[in-house]
């Protein structure tokens, strides 16, 4: 597994040529890709020209969104679906295999089967898509309690839920995008994770939890920098990774108003100094 700096994940809005600088000078070993940003600059110049730059920066080429719109209606879905094979065809040409999105855990007027069903059905075009140009698809499941509390129907907020809605697309290349933070607030286990497969993991996020709250009362959009409070368990959870062979990227992924408000470059080299922490936490070279 690699370190990979993602602006977005932590507020970041630069060009990429901002983000290069970004993460090299703060040593990140890769940067997740804005494709839309890089599909309009490969039509300027090259792909060739971006891929000298990213080789330049020494930056392993990281993951990528998903582009396509597929909780809302019909026309805007399938206005992204028609885009993605564009999206898809330069991440290849870029040397980046790994797209993924995120599953909201609730429906007000879907119950669980029929909201599988709608997720099957609207994700199985986008993944076979990504899988006809060499792309794996990660699909996160968010795991805080308080985030379905109030709706109608509870869905997928677990690891298992993760795999189940990826066996029913059924195009052989979905697995998971695994945050820590959703590991911890579906009380996930360092077990569940070493009986994954590398396969099954396409992609990971980490973050911490405020102490002083109790896991179900966590709230999705207040998280920490990873090994800030130590509320979760990081080293058990990478040292599980590197346990199944995980080669993908590991991007910092906090909803921190007080990391939010540090300047671009220090936040950073905050995000990065974190990863050092873990990384030296878990053992890991």
């Not at 392993?60 to 992204?80: C, H, K, M, N, T």
């Not at 509390?149 to 997928?156: D, K, L, S, T, V």
């Not at 979760?232 to 990478?238: E, S, V, Y």
């Not at 991007?251 to 220090?266: I, M």
Request: with cysteine; glycine share 10%; charged share 20%.
């Amino acid at each position: 597994m690699f370190t990979s700096l993602d602006p977005g994940a932590i507020g970041i809005s630069v060009s990429f040529e901002e983000a290069l600088q970004l993460a090299r000078s703060n040593g990140f070993e890769g940067l997740d890709l804005p494709l839309k940003e890089l599909l309009t600059r490969a039509r300027q110049t090259s792909v060739q020209e971006i891929k000298e730059r990213l080789q330049e920066a020494q930056l392993r080429p990281g993951a990528w969104g998903l582009p396509v719109d597929f909780r809302g209606d019909e026309e805007s879905y399938q206005a992204g679906l028609a885009q993605l094979p564009a999206y898809a065809e330069l991440a290849q040409a870029l040397g980046s295999s790994r797209c993924s999105t995120w599953i909201l855990p609730f429906s007000d007027t879907r119950d669980y089967q029929a909201n599988i069903e709608f997720h099957a059905s609207r994700l199985r075009p986008v993944a076979q898509i990504l899988a006809d140009h060499g792309q794996r698809f990660g699909l996160e499941f968010v795991g805080p309690k308080t985030m379905r509390a109030g709706h109608r129907y509870e869905f997928i907020s677990t690891i298992a839920g993760g795999l189940e809605l990826g066996q029913q697309i059924g195009t052989g290349n979905t697995g998971l995008l695994l945050d820590s933070y959703h590991w911890y607030t579906a009380h996930g286990s360092v077990a569940e994770i070493q009986q994954l497969t590398n396969q099954q993991v396409v992609y990971v996020h980490v973050n911490d939890a405020p102490a002083g709250r109790a896991v179900d009362e966590q709230l999705d959009s207040e998280r920490l920098l990873p090994g800030a409070s130590g509320v979760i368990d990081i080293a058990g959870f990478l040292q599980a990774l590197q346990s199944i062979g995980y080669d993908g990227p590991v991007v910092v992924e906090p909803f921190n108003a007080e990391h939010r408000a540090l300047p671009y470059a220090e936040r950073a080299r905050a995000t990065r100094e974190s990863l050092a922490k873990i990384w030296q936490q878990a053992g890991l070279r």
